[in-house]
């Protein structure tokens, strides 16, 4: 069974906690002296907010992880978090899935996530090659076929075992490596190529992704884009 690794973030906020709404253009504030008292939790997915109150200010901690089949991971200190980035490319991967109906998550689901969230330089890498999102899903369905249209994934598809293979590559990679800092979305690229059998090598070798350039991006494994919203 997977199990997963916790890492905390501290973010300070002064009265109250927004939430995204289902509308879009809206957000649901949460008074800190509601029903929900000072201790929120958001389930089900791998993020977790928890809210403590401390004098005139507040301080939440969000929880980011990724699954790992490797139970002793779980709980070690020295494990490496994953970037924000390949956090919500992994969300993304799972929102592909159910789109197409599927009922695991696939590498290909990972490299349509990675496609989705866009601002990395795996998915700018992918996108200067000529691989974009519309051609890994077309070719995802030549591939895998069409799901029942009367079936309904899962609000979480569970990895399928290759898939799961890649992102206990990615973290052990980055252990290998030696340097600090979060494992970014190049890693998860790199990891679903170095599964020589799965779905999203064989829709990268169809579009031209090969060896020369998985070594090219590679040069880019530890560093990632700084966007500026000035």
């Not at 200190?77 to 956090?87: C, G, L, M, N, V």
């Amino acid at each position: 069974m997977a199990t997963h690794r916790i890492s905390s973030l501290p973010i300070a906020i002064s009265t109250s906690l927004s939430l995204p709404s289902k509308r879009r253009g809206y957000r649901l504030a949460l008074p800190l002296t509601s029903l929900y008292g000072t201790r929120l939790l958001l389930r089900p997915s791998n993020l977790s907010c928890f809210v403590t109150k401390h004098h005139s200010s507040t301080t939440a901690t969000v929880s980011l992880s990724l699954p790992t089949a490797k139970p002793e991971r779980a709980t070690s200190e020295k494990s490496p978090i994953w970037s924000a980035r390949s956090i919500k490319s992994f969300a993304m991967a799972e929102l592909e899935a159910r789109k197409l109906k599927y009922p695991n998550t696939g590498t290909e689901a990972l490299l349509m996530g990675i496609l989705v969230e866009g601002t990395s330089h795996a998915a700018k890498f992918l996108r200067a090659n000529g691989i974009t999102l519309f051609k890994v899903r077309e070719e995802t369905v030549n591939l895998l076929g069409k799901s029942d249209m009367y079936f309904f994934s899962p609000e979480h598809p569970p990895l399928t075992e290759q898939a799961q293979k890649v992102l206990d590559w990615a973290v052990d990679e980055k252990l290998k490596s030696g340097e600090s800092g979060e494992i970014t979305t190049t890693y998860l690229l790199l990891g679903i190529w170095s599964e020589k059998e799965s779905a999203g090598h064989k829709i990268l070798a169809t579009f031209g992704f090969n060896d020369e350039k998985a070594k090219e991006l590679a040069k880019f494994l530890n560093d990632d884009i700084v966007l500026n919203y000035k």
